[in-house]
């Protein structure tokens, strides 16, 4: 099992500039979720999706959109890029959003993808 | 006030020590929580789920306080490769929240 993999690793873009980034996922979990990590302010959740073809908002959703046409995929776009937007971003996944057994909602992270936006 | 709060370190210890996170979180009826752990440049990982009753898993001892609303973890005989940062972690409205971690520094 690869767990969850994220594509690409590393990105520079310029402000305007469009990019999407992809999430995938082998564990057949129904729940995805896109994350940014910056300096002093933790894990920032920005999208996250309770099954395939479904996508809610987050804390930080401004700027980004998702969608999640197949199951083990979720993606991650930037329509026009900023320099706030530079950040490390996080794909995770979880069998459930609720604590309905032990380890459901426990998520799995990809390695990230560190985006810079000139 | 934020969700989960953590004391942002670094704790500096050195090899062998013991050392203790403390970790306060605001939601009175969040049902699970967890420890993950974060080396530098990496994505978080799971350490241990921390339970009602407490557990253990090795050298680490999570332990739940829900009157208090925190959550301990607990490094016993520190190992250079515990050199991280850890992040508490909250179901909150069903779904996770992380605390901004705390960093831990273990030297020779």
């Known amino acids: 099992n690869a767990g969850v993999t994220q594509t690409p690793k590393f990105r520079v873009l310029k402000t305007g500039q469009s990019m999407t980034l992809l999430c995938a996922q082998d564990m057949n979990h129904e729940y995805m979720y896109w994350y940014r990590q910056d300096p002093g302010m933790g894990l920032r959740l920005i999208h996250y999706?309770?099954?395939?073809?479904?996508?809610a908002k987050g804390e930080v959703p401004d700027g980004y959109n998702v969608s999640r046409l197949k199951k083990q995929n979720f993606l991650l776009g930037l329509e026009s890029a900023a320099p706030s937007q530079t950040s490390v971003y996080f794909c995770?996944?979880?069998?459930?959003?609720?604590?309905?057994?032990?380890?459901?909602?426990?998520?799995?992270f990809g390695p990230g993808t560190r985006l810079t936006v000139l | 006030r934020k969700e989960v709060e953590q004391d942002p370190g670094p704790f500096n210890v050195p090899e062998g020590a013991t050392v203790a996170f403390n970790c306060t979180y605001s939601?009175?009826?969040?049902?699970?929580f967890f420890w993950y752990r974060q080396d530098c440049r990496k994505e978080p990982k799971l350490l241990m789920s921390?339970?009602?009753s407490g557990n253990e898993d090795g050298r680490f001892t999570a332990q739940l306080n829900r009157a208090s609303q925190y959550i301990s973890l607990l490094i016993r005989d520190s190992k250079l490769s515990d050199s991280a940062t850890y992040l508490c972690?909250?179901?909150?409205?069903?779904?996770?929240?992380f605390g901004t971690g705390t960093r831990l520094l273990v030297s020779p």
């Open positions: 939601n009175s009826a969040s049902q699970s």
């Open positions: 972690v909250v179901n909150s409205f069903q779904k996770l929240v």
């Open positions: 999706s309770v099954g395939e073809g479904t996508t």
């Open positions: 995770a996944s979880s069998y459930s959003s609720a604590s309905v057994g032990r380890g459901a909602d426990t998520q799995y």
């Open positions: 921390v339970y009602s």
